[in-house]
């Protein structure tokens, strides 16, 4: 079992900066791949970025490409979310996702197994 717990949300103008974070539990860590994604009021699940286990792949939504990066520490069992340039269209309630099937990184919410309880952002004009 992992739990995952995320951080960093708040308000923050159009422009501005936040860095979430996400802490997990349980030794597991390192052999997941991690995601994160958002929801916007009235809006799906959308995915927003995924790391391999590893760090050796990452991936993006077009949308947030050049302005969001991702990172993990398999030490510290944490994975982080930097966003710059942020928009009023980020804004959001940003989950942690933790996928058990390392072989391929998947950008569909129903693939990850844990979820954190989210962290929401939100960006003012």
């Known amino acids: 079992q992992v739990q995952l717990v995320e951080s960093g949300g708040g308000l923050v103008q159009a422009g501005g900066s936040l860095r979430l974070s996400c802490a997990a539990s349980g030794r597991a860590f390192s052999s997941f791949n991690m995601g994160w994604f958002r929801q916007a009021p009235g809006k799906e699940c959308e995915f927003v970025s995924a790391?391999?286990?590893?760090?050796?792949?990452?991936y993006y939504a077009d949308s947030v490409k050049g302005r969001f990066t991702i990172s993990r520490d398999n030490a510290k069992n944490t994975v982080d979310l930097q966003m710059n340039s942020l928009k009023p269209e980020d804004t959001a309630v940003y989950y942690c996702?933790?996928?058990?099937?390392?072989?391929?990184?998947?950008?569909?919410?129903?693939?990850?197994?844990?979820w954190g309880q989210g962290t929401q952002v939100t960006v003012s004009s």
């Open positions: 790391i391999s286990w590893n760090g050796a792949n990452t």
């Open positions: 996702a933790a996928d058990r099937y390392r072989y391929s990184i998947s950008q569909r919410p129903t693939t990850y197994d844990y």
